[in-house]
């Protein structure tokens, strides 16, 4: 699998138009027919970002043991995910202590050893792509679970505090306001008719609203509110989910908020429909005000 955003010298972070532009530049045929099947419609793009950062895990892992020019990791699409060895060794090394750290603190070496040999073993005879990438992840949900589910109190007689991920991407410059990403989906082509959608929002944090098909779950649109603004759109007659991710400090488009990002959905559906002359469109306010309909529930991130 290639790895399109470094064909393209993009970064993953990039939104749908720098893609199309890019994809305007770039002089390989296959890759502008690949990136413009898979990075420009949104479900194929979040499925293929999944398998990319894997791909990305196991090149890293692999230049950690030192096997970035074995006879196993070879060829052009092998090259996309080779490494520069100081910044692999640092991940592998992670990866390695993690495992150990499972080991000691709930003394179920019996099932990681085996484990952490057999990926190690694959990594070195250099296993099929699907093959690793399938086990990278049951091996990561295994040890995430492990994180979440084990005590912080004593463990065989020490105190053991519960360990903590440390978010330190750089934060990045917000959107401007009101900037719209508009996703090649099903319903874009079905409907030829927008209506008006106005949200407004209060000061003290910024919003990322977006809508998703009922019907297929797609990603019709995201826009970008500065707090305490109201911003117009026009939206593709359909019904669609609404949801918006809130917080102060910008990350992009893949970790919006960062981790004090608060997530949250409309409890109703919203339907932009033509009655008779006229289309029908909605004015929603993302905070409280005396007889508001507008209800919301929070969700996790992975529902956003």
């Known amino acids: 699998m290639r790895d399109l955003y470094n064909r393209l010298r993009l970064q993953k972070t990039c939104s749908t138009e720098e893609i199309r532009v890019a994809i305007d530049k770039c002089g390989n045929a296959r890759i502008r027919e690949d990136a413009t099947a898979v990075l420009l ?42 490494h520069e060895s100081v910044r692999a060794r640092s ?15 709930a003394r179920v070496s019996s099932f990681f050893e085996p484990v952490k040999r057999f990926l190690f073993g694959l990594l070195r005879v250099g296993g099929g ?3 690793l990438a399938v086990f990278l992840v049951v091996v990561s ?32 410059k917000p959107p401007a306001n009101g900037a719209v990403r508009r996703f090649l989906t099903s319903a874009t082509f079905l409907s030829e008719e927008n209506a008006p ?78 009655e008779g002359n006229q289309v029908r469109g909605y004015t929603v306010t993302l905070y409280s005000v005396t007889n508001g309909n507008l209800r919301t529930s929070k969700i996790s991130p992975d529902n956003f």
């Open 41 to 82: 419609r949104a479900n194929r793009r979040r499925t293929y970002d999944r398998v990319h950062s894997v791909l990305i895990d196991i090149g890293t892992l692999r230049a950690g043991l030192g096997l970035n020019h074995s006879d196993n990791w070879q060829g052009a699409e092998v090259s996309d995910y080779t």
């Open 129 to 131: 792509f699907v093959v």
């Open 197 to 274: 959608l106005e949200i407004r929002t209060s000061e003290g944090a910024d919003y990322l609203v977006k809508l998703e098909d009922t019907g297929t779950n797609e990603n019709i649109l995201d826009v970008f509110i500065r707090g305490g603004s109201t911003t117009r759109i026009q939206v593709p007659l359909g019904s669609y989910i609404l949801k918006y991710a809130v917080g102060k400090t910008w990350y992009g488009y893949n970790d919006f908020f960062g981790p004090d990002t608060g997530y949250s959905k409309a409890d109703s559906i919203f339907r932009f429909s033509r």
């Open 141 to 172: 949900v295994i040890l995430d679970q492990f994180d979440e589910t084990r005590s912080p109190n004593t463990v065989g007689g020490n105190v053991s505090s519960h360990a903590q991920v440390t978010f330190n991407k750089p934060a990045l």
């Open 91 to 105: 991940v592998y090394g992670q990866f390695v202590a993690k495992i150990n750290a499972a080991n000691r603190e």
